[in-house]
Structure formats: structure tokens, C-alpha cells
T-cell receptor, first 113, second 111 residues
Framework: EAQVTQNPRYLITVTGKKLTVTCSQN?????MSWYRQDPGLGLRQIYY???????DKGDVPEGYKVSRKEKRNFPLILESPSPNQTSLYFC????????????FGPGTRLTVL | GQNIDQPTEMTATEGAIVQINCTYQ??????LFWYQQHAGEAPTFLSY????GLEEKGRFSSFLSRSKGYSYLLLKELQMKDSASYLC????????????FGTGTRLQVFP
């Protein structure tokens, strides 16, 4: 089944404790992206990647890092999480040819205390 | 700047037709997406309009006017399962690398 997976789905952590949210897709998509969703603010793009070793900032990159060492994986790293990073995070992927539709993962609900 | 405006909430009755409007201003534009998102779930793709005009896909249709910075999503023969948020997302650049999502319109369908 074609899908985007994220892990963990739920995470409660404390300020300053480094964490990684993994994202993996099995559709051989070149493009991958991370979003956060907050009430009243909608989905905001954090980082995106056009292909392996190619990443670029979205609208709200501060406090986040990403890497794209393999085509299928695009982990989101919070080196020193803070409470304002409490949010619902979505990873998405799409092909760079044909349809521009983005396929979203199921989401990761992160709480930083 | 980037700005997207769509109603926060709408209600409708099962079997009815509802139109969700979206106006936008972006620094670059290639096209406009509509996504559906049920509470607590991931957004799912509904449509992508690049050219002006109406595109119909089953019970859902989407319209775009590039010159007016305006789009709408038309839902016909509403069903209870259509209760969800509908996200308008114009591209924020001249390609589809960056999407700017609106806050969404929460639609409630009543029997």
C-alpha cells in the first residue's frame, strides 16, 4: 500500500530533550515536506526537500532541522524542544512529475512540557 | 505578502449544495489546491486548479479565477461524511514547492 508513515504518533517530552520524528514514504517520491498545524494558524511549512541531499526552509524553520540522506526518509529533528513547538506535525510527499498532489502522513502530536 | 481568506465555519443540510469561498494573495502563484481534513486526521487531496474555470470531479467541483485571486469549492448532494475542514492552499511560488494553507473552513452537515 502506497503510504507516508510517521513515528511516533504521539510524544510527550520535556524542554531541551532532543527528539527526532521520522517520516518515510514508499512511493519513490522526490519531494518531501514537513508541516505543523496549530489552531487558528492552519498548516505551516517547516522544511521541504526536492530530492536527496537537497533541503530548503519553509515559513517556520526556526528550532528545527531536517536531513535527506535517502530518498524515502525525511526525519524532523528538534535539537532543544521548547513549549512553543507543541503542535501537530505532518509529513508529506509528492512526485515531481505528473500530479502535484501531496500525500500526507497520519500526523505526530507533540507536547513539550 | 501572503494572505488567504476563507470562512471559519459553515453549516448545511444533508442533500444540499454548499460553496466554500477562498480569496488569496501570494507573492508567486502556480495554482491552488483544495484539501479535506477530518478532525484529527491527515489532509487528503481534493483538487488542483491551474487554469481559470470550473473543474468537476464527482460531487465536488472547484473553480479558479487567477485575475481575481479567488477560488471556490462546490460540494453537491451533501452527506454526513462531508463534515470536515476544507483547506484552501494556493502555491506560494511559481511552482508547487511551497504551499500556503488557509486556516480552513469547518463544515458541519446536519441530517
Amino acid at each position: 500500500e502506497a503510504q507516508v508513515t510517521q513515528n511516533p504518533r504521539y510524544l510527550i517530552t520535556v524542554t531541551g530533550k532532543k527528539l527526532t520524528v521520522t517520516c518515510s514514504q514508499n512511493m519513490n517520491h522526490e519531494y518531501m515536506s514537513w508541516y505543523r498545524q496549530d489552531p487558528g494558524l492552519g498548516l505551516r511549512q517547516i522544511y521541504y526537500s526536492m530530492n536527496v541531499e537537497v533541503t530548503d526552509k519553509g515559513d517556520v524553520p526556526e528550532g528545527y532541522k531536517v536531513s535527506r540522506k535517502e530518498k524515502r526518509n525525511f526525519p524532523l529533528i528538534l535539537e532543544s524542544p521548547s513549549p512553543n513547538q507543541t503542535s501537530l506535525y505532518f509529513c508529506a510527499s509528492r512526485s515531481t512529475s505528473g500530479s502535484s498532489e501531496q500525500f500526507f502522513g497520519p500526523g505526530t502530536r507533540l507536547t513539550v512540557l | 505578502g501572503q494572505n488567504i481568506d476563507q470562512p471559519t465555519e459553515m453549516t448545511a443540510t444533508e442533500g444540499a449544495i454548499v460553496q466554500i469561498n477562498c480569496t488569496y494573495q501570494t507573492s508567486g502563484f502556480n495554482g491552488l489546491f483544495w484539501y479535506q481534513q477530518h478532525a484529527g486526521e491527515a489532509p487528503t487531496f481534493l483538487s488542483y486548479n491551474v487554469l481559470d474555470g470550473l473543474e468537476e470531479k464527482g460531487r465536488f467541483s472547484s473553480f479558479l479565477s487567477r485575475s481575481k485571486g479567488y477560488s471556490y469549492l462546490l460540494l453537491k448532494e451533501l452527506q454526513m461524511k462531508d463534515s470536515a475542514s476544507y483547506l484552501c492552499a494556493p502555491t506560494g511560488s511559481y511552482n508547487t514547492d511551497k504551499l500556503i494553507f488557509g486556516t480552513g473552513t469547518r463544515l458541519q452537515v446536519f441530517p
